[in-house]
């Protein structure tokens, strides 16, 4: 893998929420070996995402921007308020060209968005880059071993 691998005290949060659970899966187990300090939590609805990041801080959020009921954009919008919970990277993923969405991301204050198809190894590329960004790496390397997981929210996905 291209991306740096990572390891720090404290566990490093990334949200992913997607409606297709194999996109998801997918992401969560490409990302989680970025280091055995990376917790990869899912979501398949912005409302779930939600209730999850009402118990547990994420670090970088990972969305889609097409969902039943909230959109990654209302998700991101609601997540705006959340002045003690708020992630401190955000990328919004779409598989559809909308008009003016880079300028409402802007607004939102989204740090990336990427077009679908897009292959994970690109996803970690961008989550390395915002975790130097943010201030957690580049950190020290790791070696072997299988990351460990966080149980998913209830009806989330096992990375």
């Known amino acids: 893998m291209t991306a740096g691998t990572y390891s720090r005290s404290a566990p490093i949060y990334i949200l992913v929420v997607d409606d297709h659970p194999s996109s998801a899966a997918t992401l969560a187990r490409v990302i989680a070996q970025l280091g055995p300090e990376v917790r990869v939590l899912s979501a398949e609805s912005g409302g779930e995402a939600l209730t999850l990041m ?40 779409t598989a559809y060209d909308v008009p003016g969405l880079k300028e409402i991301a802007r607004r939102l204050m989204v740090n990336e968005v990427v077009s679908k198809p897009v292959a994970p190894e690109a996803v970690c590329r961008i989550i390395t880059r915002a975790l130097e960004l943010c201030g957690f790496g580049p950190l020290a ?12 929210a209830p009806g989330g996905l096992r990375g």
């Open 141 to 152: 390397p790791v070696s072997g071993g299988t990351p460990p997981q966080d149980e998913p």
């Open 54 to 93: 009402q118990n547990k801080k994420v670090d970088i959020l990972i969305t889609d921007l097409v969902m039943p009921g909230i959109t990654g954009l209302e998700l991101i919008e609601k997540m705006q308020v959340m002045t003690n919970n708020r992630p401190a990277y955000t990328i919004l993923m």
